[in-house]
T-cell receptor, first 119, second 111 residues
């Protein structure tokens, strides 16, 4: 099956610093990737849709200047949390769609997640 | 507004029993529905995906059903095992191709 990786798996940073999270599709190309955020004991909430070669589409209430998304290639999307604050501490999960495979059924494949802790 | 709801939020059953997890959604115009498993502090494991044209999918001890007209899906787990303990998430791809997640059911299998 399709594999999506994330790096790093966890990160601890000081308040005010920026953190970059990478999402890679390892064995398929993805023109569309998605970034989700999950707070403790809550479900996943879509933050933004990352489109290769164009600007990301952000969900209502998500600050695009704070959560910078770059989808520079068909296998890599990055999420940068700028000027991170303790309230940004969360579990960030990406997903990618294999839009080439005939039997993909529009299925999203998820990365293992990145746990961000801002002190 | 397109919403996905899972009831109950938590469920405990003795090992060996069969069980059903429920998922309901507000819009019948769906593209597909997926069931995931999430262990504490971990990412998502995809269990089953049902296309809108399908009524059920089976994998091992798992069987997922889909009834679009009533806006419901169920995940049936047969002969439950302690290793099945996890949070189960239902997610629906509505017509706009965004995946909307349910609130999850935290399942505990009692040895």
């Amino acid at each position: 099956g399709a594999v999506v990786s994330q790096h790093p798996s966890w990160v601890i940073c000081k308040s005010g610093t920026s953190v970059k999270i990478e999402c890679r599709s390892l064995d398929f190309q993805a023109t569309t990737m998605f970034w989700y955020r999950q707070f403790p004991k809550q479900s996943l909430m879509l933050m933004a849709t990352s489109n290769e070669g164009s600007k990301a589409t952000y969900e209502q209430g998500v600050e695009k200047d704070k959560f910078l998304i770059n989808h520079a290639s068909l296998t890599l999307s990055t999420l940068t949390v700028t000027s991170a604050h303790p309230e940004d501490s969360s579990f960030y999960i990406c997903s990618a769609r294999d839009e080439v495979a005939d039997d993909s059924y529009n299925e999203q494949f998820f990365g293992p997640g990145t746990r961000l802790t801002v002190l | 507004k397109q919403e996905v709801t899972q009831i109950p939020a938590a469920l405990s059953v003795p090992e060996g029993e069969n069980l059903v997890l429920n998922c309901s959604f507000t819009d019948s115009a769906i593209y597909n529905l997926q069931w995931f498993r999430q262990d504490p502090g971990k990412g998502l494991t995809s269990l089953l995906l049902i296309q809108s044209s399908q009524r059920e999918q089976t994998s091992g001890r798992l069987n997922a059903s889909l009834d679009k007209s009533s806006g419901r899906s169920t995940l049936y787990i047969a002969a439950s095992q302690p290793g099945d303990s996890a949070t189960y998430l239902c997610a629906v791809t509505f017509g706009n191709e965004k995946l909307t997640f349910g609130t999850g059911t935290r399942l505990t299998i009692i040895p």
